[in-house]
């Protein structure tokens, strides 16, 4: 009966798989700026400001920076104005537009006024019960639209459970998701000179249906005297939205070059017999490398590091086929729930749809 479900997921997926990699050939032509929460939502207080405000403001300077330097990309927001847009509206703004990219911005609050810091979540999973509780606040916007358990199809943004789907739906994104999260975070605390908290990933509702790469940027926290002093002026704003425009201008030099190099796998008559496919599972992603006798490195023996952009891999198990390397994954998920199956062609990382095309009848 679990093998008829996890049969069903798969065939759901493939068919996302297929189309997300029809639409991601060629250059990052489009980006979606998403400024959150506006209208009868205005997300966190500060002392005297609100998050839709400071959020609108960075998303337009950000949409500016990009519309003046890189002029070949298209800009498309989900608001530019102080209004109301409901989170499964700004996912279809973003699907509709068959975007490269979606960045929502959003600034934090929390009860404690010492906590400060900006963080950048990679859209997908969830790691810890902290990255759940924001995802919850974020999410909880939900409940102030009408009618919301039909048009969520009966998600609860109170239920740990609501965001296991996740995991299934974003995991073909996580990689460079995660790529544009830690240049942002990056950007933020070597250029922009603030304090960064790190990269994390959670569940966003917003961020679920959306068929693109993407992350959610906390600018800051509104609860701290110091940041909300920041991020209410010109100057702190112009900052912010900088040190975004050239994390997303990194991000695009390498999806360029990424895809340049790519397409020759297009051709795939000829290297059907002579190109060997290797399904592998990937564990970790990480900003620096992991030592050997790390965590890590202790929980299993055959751990194999590969780099992606600025990132460090680890992938572990290696088959020929997908259904061997899928016999595998239950066992490896015991000891990390958030790894997930990938593909490589002549040790390059190819897109799964295709390897399993190539090794599976
Ligand atoms: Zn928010």
Redesign the pocket.
Known sequence: MKLFVFSIVLVVLFGFFISVEAQSTGKLKRVVIDA??GGKDP??HGQYSK?KDV?LAVALKLGNYIEKYLPDVEVIYTRKNDEFIPLMERAGIANKSKADLFISI???YISNSRVRGTETFALGLHRSQENLEVAK??NS?ILLEDDYTTTFEGFDPNLSESYIIFELYQNSYLDQSLEMASLVENQFEQRVGRYSRGVKQAGFLVLREIAMPGVLV?LGFLSNSDEEKYLTSNEGQSLLASGLFRAFKDYKQNFDDKNKFNRPTQTAGIAKNTSPIKYRIQIASSRKKIKQGSSVYRKLDDIYEYQDGNLFKYTTGETKTFSEISKILPQIRKEFKDCFIIAFENDKRVPLSDAIAKTEE
Request: glycine share 16%; net charge negative; proline share 0%.
């Open positions: 959150g929460h997300g966190a998050e959020v959003h600034a934090n606040k974020e916007v906390e």
